[in-house]
């Protein structure tokens, strides 16, 4: 089955969405789901990466950690690390930033049984 969001962008498995962030979310729409309200839930994840430099100066502690390539994983993240030299910690912080109703699953064309699905 075909469907089609407002923005009348075509797929055949299901509507396409995108943000003004570039991003495009296919959903996978089906009679079931006729009726039901789409949302959309925003969390921003900003993380931290300090660093631990031992060098003679600011200059030298600077240039070793442009030049620092090795990586190690820290939660998740990878940050520099030269095992003598340099260490590294990462922590990650969250919010939840809301959810926003985006529209509600329907037929294009209520009268027609065979009528696309879309988000409106």
């Not at 969001?5 to 498995?13: F, I, M, P, T």
């Not at 299901?14 to 296919?26: A, F, H, Q, R, V």
């Not at 939840?96 to 049984?113: A, Y």
Request: hydrophobic share 30%; with cysteine.
């Amino acid at each position: 089955m075909e469907t089609r969001d407002k923005s009348n962008q075509h797929s055949e498995r299901g509507s396409i969405m995108s943000d003004n962030w570039g991003l495009t979310k296919e959903l996978i729409l089906s009679d079931e789901h006729l009726g039901k309200k789409v949302y959309q839930i925003e969390k921003e994840v900003t993380y931290v990466i300090k660093t631990l430099v031992i060098a003679k100066n600011d200059d030298d502690a600077f240039n070793k950690y442009l030049e620092c390539t090795d990586t190690i994983n820290c939660e998740g993240y990878n940050a520099p690390n030269n095992s003598f030299d340099i260490i590294s910690g990462a922590k990650e912080y969250s919010d939840h930033k809301g959810t926003i109703l985006i529209g509600t699953v329907k037929k294009e064309d209520e009268q027609d049984e065979d009528s696309l699905l879309e988000v409106a």
